[in-house]
């Protein structure tokens, strides 16, 4: 690890340290009261070296924006401008049902009002304050917090004249929340060796979509590579493609994510996006009712050879990202 890797460690745990710190003083810990279990997994975010809690108080404080040009602005440490690393944010939240398109394929639709390509699919989800758990239930005291520090991180980019804000921040059937995002593709490197480049290919030929799109899988495979979303259970297993619907939607997570900024200046929009690091379920969501009278609507077998090769060569995939 570099001296710069060190210094931006220590700033990490410094401003994490603060809300500890600030807690202590005041005697009105937001987690005081709320099960061992809860608290617990609160103070491991506050204390940790690789996040910042995103209910750190006065957090727009300690970063700002690099620069990036085509490729985006993106939040950072301040004063981190010559080592840039992304300024990444924890929180405890549930994703809500609605609004849920983190399925393997993201709501694509071919003949889509935007003209997009599978190739510019990103899963999306929104994050809500939780509404009923006993366990993790006490955070939902940090979520304003979380909402106002991301807002307050939107506004250190100043708006040109003529142009709006397009927030990361929302109204869901009357609850706030944040959406989270991750690129379904991510372009081909031709700087990668010959054993990446095969394990690539095949994890994106074997990736699960409906046969409709299958075509549109070819296409984007000719210039892309598919990137699994980073989520896993709650033993730390890579959730498979097929099973990102099931498990997550409802769920109760841990969210590790960065800001991002876009400015579009033909539709005059100053655009916020998140984009997840690492998803973690800690309470798996409860089942929705059925209607018994209604078939499934995957698409999709399964249980079919197709797909059990996808969970293998995907989880695969998954397993050397996070190396």
């Given at each position: 690890?570099?001296?710069?890797?060190?210094?931006?460690l220590m700033s990490i745990t410094s401003i994490n340290a603060s809300v500890s710190g600030l807690a202590d003083e005041s005697g009105s810990d937001l987690v005081a009261n709320a099960a061992p279990k809860c608290s617990s997994m609160v103070e491991k975010l506050k204390e940790s070296a690789v996040a910042v809690y995103a209910a750190t108080p006065?957090?727009?404080?300690?970063?700002?924006?690099?620069?990036?040009?085509?490729?985006?602005?993106?939040?950072?440490?301040?004063?981190?401008?010559?080592?840039?690393?992304?300024?990444?944010?924890?929180?405890?939240?549930?994703?809500?049902?609605?609004?849920?398109?983190?399925?393997?394929?993201?709501?694509?639709?071919?003949?889509?009002?935007?003209?997009?390509?599978?190739?510019?699919?990103?899963?999306?989800?929104?994050?809500v304050a939780i509404q009923r758990n006993a366990v993790y239930g006490s955070t939902k005291d940090n979520f304003p917090l979380i909402i106002s520090n991301i807002r307050a991180l939107e506004k250190i980019i100043a708006l040109k004249k003529g142009e709006t804000l397009v927030s990361c921040v929302h109204e869901s059937h009357g609850l706030l929340c944040v959406c989270l995002s991750h690129a379904l593709f991510t372009k081909k490197d031709d700087g990668d060796d010959t054993d990446t480049i095969a394990h690539n290919e095949n994890a994106t030929a074997a990736w699960p979509v409906q046969n409709h799109l299958k075509e549109a899988l070819e296409r984007a495979a000719?210039?892309?590579?598919?990137?699994?979303?980073?989520?896993?259970?709650?033993?730390?297993?890579?959730?498979?493609?097929?099973?990102?619907?099931?498990?997550?939607?409802?769920?109760?997570?841990?969210?590790?994510?960065?800001?991002?900024?876009?400015?579009?200046?033909?539709?005059?929009?100053?655009?916020?996006?998140?984009?997840?690091?690492?998803?973690?379920?800690?309470?798996?969501?409860?089942?929705?009712?059925?209607?018994?009278?209604?078939?499934?609507?995957?698409?999709?077998?399964?249980?079919?050879?197709?797909?059990?090769?996808?969970?293998?060569?995907?989880?695969?995939?998954?397993?050397?990202?996070?190396?």
């Open positions: 690890m570099s001296a710069s890797d060190d210094s931006n006065n957090l727009a404080a300690q970063a700002e924006f690099f620069f990036g040009g085509a490729t985006g602005d993106v939040a950072i440490l301040k004063g981190k401008v010559d080592d840039v690393s992304e300024l990444v944010l924890s929180g405890v939240f549930e994703i809500d049902r609605q609004g849920f398109f983190m399925g393997a394929e993201g709501g694509y639709l071919p003949k889509n009002t935007f003209s997009h390509d599978f190739v510019d699919t990103k899963l999306t989800c929104n994050l000719s210039t892309h590579y598919v990137s699994p979303l980073p989520a896993f259970d709650a033993n730390g297993v890579a959730i498979h493609p097929v099973d990102y619907h099931r498990m997550l939607c409802g769920a109760i997570v841990q969210v590790h994510f960065a800001l991002f900024h876009y400015s579009i200046k033909g539709d005059k929009k100053s655009i916020f996006v998140t984009a997840a690091c690492e998803i973690r379920i800690l309470c798996a969501p409860l089942l929705a009712p059925r209607n018994p009278l209604k078939r499934g609507g995957l698409g999709y077998d399964m249980s079919t050879t197709a797909n059990k090769k996808a969970r293998l060569v995907c989880l695969s995939l998954l397993c050397m990202v996070q190396i």
